[in-house]
């Protein structure tokens, strides 16, 4: 059976929903879906005084060479400035090794975000996954217009050509949607559509 890896990390949550529901998607394209989350690396007074949840329910990946097991790999990551965060880049760091052996070549990626608002940057934090995942020669899945809800003006939405997006506004209290639910759910999906088929 394809099994394909969601790897995400989640300050307040939000991610954390987005990486349940790009699971449940996995699932529904008929490969098992296995859901880790990258080390913290704030200090801890940090993580207090900001209030971080913790990833709690999931655990924490062993490390770069796990990346191997897998027929794919959607990285999730809120933003920061426009970018991953440092937690998720941190571990993407140390997979030289990987990259010098071309150990992920030939597998699928795909990415998703959070961000505070509308134009936080979800674009520009896709391409800094995507770009990692380029690199790795890894065969990359977007959110593709299949997905069409993630089109229109009727609503705040997220969703983007490049992968699977919520807001959570300013203070973080909205929630992903349904219409973000289904954006991350689609994508989990394709990926296992596609690293099925890719595997034959």
């Known amino acids: 059976m394809t099994k394909i890896l969601v790897l995400y990390y989640s300050s307040y949550g939000h991610t954390a929903k987005m990486a349940e529901a790009v699971a449940e998607g996995i699932r529904e394209g008929g490969a098992e879906a296995v859901i880790r989350h990258v080390a913290e690396t704030a200090p801890q007074e940090v993580v207090e005084s900001a209030g971080f949840q913790q990833m709690e329910g999931h655990t924490c990946i062993g490390g770069p060479d796990e990346l191997t097991e897998y027929d794919g790999i959607v990285v999730g990551s809120p933003t920061r400035y426009g970018r ?92 992903p949607s349904e219409t973000d639910l289904a954006g991350a759910h689609y994508l989990g999906k394709r990926v296992a559509q596609t690293a099925a088929k890719l595997g034959a």
């Open 84 to 175: 991953m965060t440092s937690q998720m880049a941190a571990f993407w760091d140390q997979t030289g090794g990987l990259w010098q052996k071309g150990a992920l070549i030939g597998k699928v990626g795909a990415a998703f975000t959070s961000t505070a608002s509308q134009h936080g940057g979800q674009e520009t934090t896709l391409w800094s996954i995507l770009n990692n995942l380029l690199h790795m020669g890894m065969t990359v899945v977007g959110l593709d217009y299949g997905f069409q809800d993630q089109m229109g003006t009727d609503e705040v939405k997220g969703g983007a050509p490049y992968g699977a997006t919520t807001i959570a506004g300013g203070d973080g209290s909205r929630q």
